[in-house]
């Protein structure tokens, strides 16, 4: 049997917001907006946060993620995803105190 891909109706696009100090990065997240034929409104992939461990508890990692929440809500995503690992209990939390909801779970599977 054959099983064509169609690519047509999948359309991304990628950001990447940092902070520095001076020349130093601070911290990161990306932002993945995914179009698709199942909604008419893209939505938004959060990933890869990480506040270097000299600047954590300062605030930075909850600006980088308001400003993934505010570009999504900009480019009209109608809802904005997150993972986090099953371990981390306070970055849950953290998570939850911003808004966001734990609403399923995460199945993976590694190809290295």
């Known amino acids: 049997m054959n099983y064509p ?5 999948i359309q991304t696009q990628s950001f990447k917001f940092e902070i ?8 990161r997240i990306y932002l993945h907006v995914i179009h698709n034929a ?3 409104e893209p939505y938004g992939l959060m990933a890869d946060l990480i506040v270097e461990e000299k600047f954590r508890g300062q605030g930075f990692g909850t600006k980088l993620v ?3 929440i ?8 109608y809802k904005l995803l997150s993972t986090v690992r099953s371990s981390k209990e306070q970055v849950h939390a953290w998570y939850e105190k911003m808004g966001f909801k734990n609403w399923g ?5 590694d190809f290295r």
């Open 5 to 9: 891909i169609d690519k047509s109706n």
């Open 20 to 27: 520095t100090d001076k020349s130093e990065l601070v911290g």
């Open 105 to 109: 779970t995460e199945l993976r599977m």
């Open 38 to 40: 199942t909604h008419k």
């Open 66 to 68: 308001q400003t993934v």
């Open 70 to 77: 505010d570009e999504a809500k900009r480019i009209g995503c």
